[in-house]
Structures are given as C-alpha cells and as structure tokens.
C-alpha cells in the first residue's frame, strides 16, 4: 500500500508525473532501470530509461495469480546473448512507484512489488525481446522442490522405472581402473602397460 504523500498526491492529482523503478539482481551485475527515457537518478544509483522498449504487466493479469511479467525489447544481440546465458531463476525483482518533482527529478519512491525470477525467455529478430516472469516467495520455495536432492531409496520410490541409482551402484561395487591394466571399462579393453603418466624423479 502506498503511504508516501508525495507519491499519493501524484497519484490523484498528476499521475504524469509519476514513473516505475525496476531493480533485477542480475547473475553478473545489477540492473537499474526506469519507464521514462533518459537517466535518473535515486538512492545513490543510476536508473536507465528504456521507454517504451519495456513494459510491467499486473500481476492481476499472470498466469498464476502473484506473478508478474516484464519485457524488454532491444536491438542489441549482446543484452539477449547475456540473458539467455545467465542463470538469472532465484534472483530478485523490486519494482518501485516513484514520482517525480518540479525538476524531473525523482522526489519519492515506495516499493510495490517483490518477487523472484523463475523464468526468462528470449527472442531474436528485428527487435529482440526478453521476457521475465517473477512469482512470490511462497511459489518459488514450492518450485524449489523440483530440485532437492534425493537418497536412492526416495529416488526409487518417485522414479521407479529409472535405473540411475542401480547404475551407480554398480559402477562403483565394480571398482575403478588401475594402471597395471588388470581392470577393464566397458568393452574398452585393457589398459596397455606404461600407458599411465609417467613422472620424473627429482
């Protein structure tokens, strides 16, 4: 809810003069920026505008109720290249609901949404787009289930007709292969003899 009385009277007497402040920790570095053009700036940070390059759609209108989705449209083949390399799934989003003075410079800022990213996809053309979805905490600890590690017996149990467990098993009751050639891998053969790294004597 917001309570900043600057902001409250943007809101019902200027709402042009109002603005969003999106903060992503970003895997290799934070990203700052803002729905107007140009740079602003607020709490000791610069915030770069991408204009209507970016939208924040309401978490009303998700796929699941809380989640947010976001855009980002460019031209620049770098900024996707690093989205879709980066693990960004787990990482925070904070959009803010700022205002601006009689100057064009930010007066007040409350935060509105918190969530986390659990996915993000890309597309290339002539204008790429990424697309971020964010869910609250409650859904990305519920999510995180999908990644807990398992003993052989739960994994058994949840996955009855994988193999992996017995395979490891086996893997390791049959012993890894020597240097002498005495053990054999697979169909592989024997080791030949001084096949092993040799070492210098000081």
Known sequence: MISHPLILNALQNDVSSLLNLVYIDWPTAPVR??????????????????????????????????????????????????????????????VYLACLDEHRRIAAAELTIYRFINDVNTETGAIHNITITAD?????????????????????????????????EALAASGLPNESGSNKVGTGGSIPKGGGPRYKSA
């Open 136 to 168: 609250t905490a409650r859904a990305r600890f519920r999510n995180s289930t999908n990644h807990l590690r398992y003993s052989p017996a739960a994994w058994r149990q949840k996955y009855p007709d994988d193999s992996y467990c017995d395979d490891i």
């Open 33 to 94: 920026m803002h729905s107007r053009i140009g740079e602003k700036y607020w709490d000791g940070q610069i915030w770069t505008g991408v204009g209507a390059l970016g939208s924040i759609g309401k978490a009303s209108s998700a796929a699941k109720p809380g989640q947010v989705n976001m855009s980002l449209s460019t031209t620049d083949l770098g900024i996707v290249s690093d989205a879709t390399r980066d693990d960004a799934i787990g990482r925070a989003v904070k």
